[in-house]
């Protein structure tokens, strides 16, 4: 790393931890320049369809313990 890469790095560390993830969020972001128009209406229209799954009651949630343990199979 750079001087002034490391300078910014500690400075970012010096940031609240909603400031930091925020930055965060924002360099990530910004790796990504072309925005692929049809996997965002994909996604959209995946993130409806779910959210009405779970408004007309056809899924139901569970606890993220519950979620978790059946993920490592305990």
Not at 14 to 29: C, N, W
Not at 59 to 67: G, H, Q, R, S
């Amino acid at each position: 790393m750079r001087d002034e890469e490391a300078k910014v790095f500690a400075a970012a560390l010096q940031l609240p931890l909603q400031a930091r993830a925020a930055l965060a969020s924002l360099l990530i972001e910004s790796l990504d320049a072309e925005v692929d128009e049809d996997a965002k209406t994909a996604w959209s229209a995946e993130i409806a369809r779910r959210v009405q799954e779970l408004e007309g009651g056809k899924v139901k949630t569970i606890p993220w313990l519950e979620a978790r343990r059946q993920i490592l199979g305990k």
